[in-house]
């Protein structure tokens, strides 16, 4: 009936669908279309502003990496007459810069000289190489660029200064010519200017002003060189005579801007050469130096009256005269290790129609996964309002599925534990109220019945009579007391007054008012000193009797005759070291146990194994429920173990420091 009318009431006020707007799962797509719509926008915002300058940086780096590589290579192949060997510092640039790096002559062949790809099938090289390397054409753009470890750059006649040919010096004219330029740099000291030596590729040295950069061409270096004489070659080079052997024949210049033998000798076949090109073009023919202000071993033609002709004949003689002492031109090509060449991105139209298609799907899968998500999340939720209206209105339905382990999955899962405790907890209050009104009904129709008989005549109101009033009385006042106490400490209304208690006398003075009705059941009662010293804790000494008392007239009613119930009592050690922290109180007996699946409930109001409610078997079923609330108002636990057909062991567990102490709290030391 009341089922039926649960359903009425839902027919009357049906669950109220709410607008997508208020909905949770309206916020839910609105917060997330909002959140991806900003994150698409804030993200596309950044990359126009910095993917540009992303790119050209990392092309500028790209490009300086590529002209160390670049040079690297072109002063490899300056000293060098042949590629043969370049294989190693291939793939110690390749290492060096991450890059891909190959090396391979010019077409049509292209057969691949060196390559820092692995593996038996390297991917393929793109069709255009990166740049030719050919010392005697450098490169303007990569030679200018980088900053070499030689510290050369590309010259205006594009022959690298490191491709010397038979310019470069040998051993004694080297150390000879060293010796000059050291006496001329320590005269320049003298004189107050800091001053060093440095040597160019061919082994000519040269004097220099520290602080300016100056070359020795000033007032000061000519009065130094003027006055310089040639040296012993000390320390003695290779290739050159010891001190007690005769000097060289051909004189070696004093001042450091004449040329050596061997210059001498390398002027004069490039002279040759350049005459030979100014005849051809009804030129005078000129007349080959060298030029101290470059950096360089290579003489120039051309003084303030020299053209161009006479430069482009020179340069000519030049790569004709070197092109014997260095390695043949060939390609470079240089690319990421993984692909052949680095891609290039610009916003143009058609990106940014991909940026902007881009962003849209993102938009579109962003609001189709919110809205499988939100659905997702909200049905539960549905379902836990279903739920509970249901049962608000007292229709005890089907739990609600579990369907996930998750925030939404467990919060199913406590709406479902707080619906069966519920239910469990009305069922609990139905048969309470059943049970008291059981309880309190055989007292009082027994006292009624007594009375009617007196009335009637049939009893004689004799001290018998009086007797069984008063004991009914009792029963009638121990239930009511009993329902009191429980309500107390339901509403922690139950009052305490803690003081010091030995366990071991309370345990006597309780076996002391139980001793009579033991003997009468045949039942042996008997308290188990402890070992050590006496057992104390901070206790209300009415209290605990009470609960002692009731786990005792429990034992004593279910023990057979000749069976025992002891008292014992012992401190417990706390985990973490500290001793007495508890005080372990227990009431064994061995009468007929209580089945594993009453045992759960052995501390219920109202529980009795025997459900037949007769007095001669058993109590009110409050007084194991009152000595689990006793036990608790001290802070403390009540418990119980039994074995069917041995016996059961009922067990307090209190703390020393009394109520508000316990397992956490550390005993005061005696």
Same mark, same amino acid.
Request: proline content about 8%.
């Given at each position: ?69 670049? /040079? ?108 000059? =330029? ?13 001053? /060093? ?21 000033? =007032? ?38 004449? $040329? ?24 005078? $023919? ?12 290579? $003489? ?184 009191? /106490? ?25 076996? =002391? ?158």
């Amino acid at each position: 009936m009341a089922r039926r009318k649960g359903r009425a009431r839902r027919a009357e006020r049906p669950y109220r669908r709410l607008p997508l707007r208020k909905s949770l799962l309206g916020r839910f797509l609105a917060v997330s279309a909002l959140v991806a719509a900003c994150s698409v926008a804030a993200t596309a915002w950044l990359a126009v502003q910095t993917t540009s300058g992303a790119i050209r940086q990392e092309q500028g780096q790209n490009l300086a990496d590529d002209a160390r590589i670049y /040079d690297t290579l072109l002063g490899y192949a300056a000293e060098h007459r042949q590629w043969d060997g370049v294989e190693k510092t291939v793939r110690d640039l390749a290492d060096q810069y991450g890059r891909r790096i190959a090396v391979t002559t010019q077409a049509p062949d292209r057969r691949t000289i060196a390559d820092s790809a692995t593996g038996d099938s390297p991917p393929a090289l793109p069709t255009r190489h990166s740049a030719v390397v050919d010392p005697l054409t450098v490169d303007t753009l990569l030679g200018s660029g980088g900053t070499p470890a030689t510290g050369s750059t590309a010259t205006t006649d594009r022959i690298d200064p490191r491709a010397v040919g038979p310019f470069k010096l040998p051993a004694a004219e080297r150390a000879e010519l060293r010796a000059v =330029a050291e006496r001329n740099a320590e005269c320049v000291r003298q004189m107050g200017i800091p001053a /060093d030596v440095e040597v160019n590729p061919a082994g000519r040295p040269r004097v220099t002003e520290t602080a300016s950069g100056r070359v020795d061409t000033d =007032a000061e270096m000519a009065k130094c060189a003027a006055s310089a004489q040639v040296p012993s070659p000390e320390p003695r080079v290779p290739g050159t005579r010891a001190p007690s052997e005769k000097p060289p024949t051909a004189k070696v210049p004093s001042f450091l801007d004449e $040329p050596t033998k061997t210059e001498t000798k390398a002027l004069e076949a490039l002279t040759k050469l350049t005459d030979a090109c100014l005849r051809r073009q009804d030129r005078d $023919p000129v007349k080959l130096g060298l030029d101290m202000t470059k950096p360089g071993p290579a $003489p120039t033609a051309y003084d303030d009256n020299a053209d161009e002709t006479v430069a482009s004949c020179v340069n000519s003689s030049r790569q004709e005269q070197l092109r014997s002492y260095v390695a043949g031109p060939a390609l470079l090509f240089i690319g990421d290790p993984d692909r052949a060449s680095v891609p290039g991105f610009d916003l143009s139209p058609a990106n940014t129609a991909k940026i902007a298609g881009v962003a849209a799907l993102v938009l579109a899968l962003t609001f189709g996964v919110s809205v499988l998500t939100g659905s997702r999340l909200v049905r539960p939720l549905r379902a836990l309002t279903g739920a509970a209206q249901r049962l608000k209105d007292g229709d005890r339905s089907d739990p609600v599925p579990v369907s996930a382990d998750n925030e939404i999955g467990q919060l199913a899962a406590a709406f479902n534990d707080m619906a069966a405790h519920r239910t469990r907890l009305e069922e609990l209050r139905k048969a309470m109220v059943s049970d008291v009104a059981h309880e309190l009904r055989t007292p009082l129709s027994n006292i009624r019945g007594w009375l009617e008989a007196a009335q009637d005549g049939l009893a004689d109101p004799d001290p018998a009579f009086v007797s069984s009033l008063l004991e009914e009385a009792v029963q009638l006042q121990h239930i009511i007391d009993d329902l009191q /106490d429980l309500a107390q400490a339901d509403a922690d209304a139950l009052r305490l007054h803690p003081e010091p208690v030995r366990v071991t006398e309370l345990l006597a003075q309780v076996a =002391a008012a139980h001793q009579v009705r033991a003997d009468a059941a045949d039942v042996a009662l008997q308290v188990t000193a402890p070992t050590g010293p006496p057992v104390a804790l901070t206790a209300d000494p009415v209290r605990l009797r009470q609960a002692v008392g009731n786990l005792v007239s429990n034992a004593v009613r279910h023990t057979p005759e000749g069976g025992t119930v002891e008292l014992r009592a012992r401190a417990e050690q706390l985990a973490d070291g500290w001793e007495s922290g508890l005080v372990v109180v227990e009431v064994a007996d061995s009468g007929s146990g209580i089945p594993a699946a009453d045992l759960p409930h052995v501390f219920d109001r109202f529980w009795r194994a025997e459900k037949s409610r007769n007095r001669r078997t058993g109590g009110s079923g409050l007084g194991l429920a009152i000595v689990r609330k006793l036990a608790e108002a001290h802070g403390g636990s009540a418990s119980a173990v039994s074995t069917e057909g041995e016996g059961s062991v009922f067990t307090l567990r209190l703390p020393v420091q009394g109520p508000g102490g316990g397992p956490d709290v550390k005993p005061t030391a005696p």
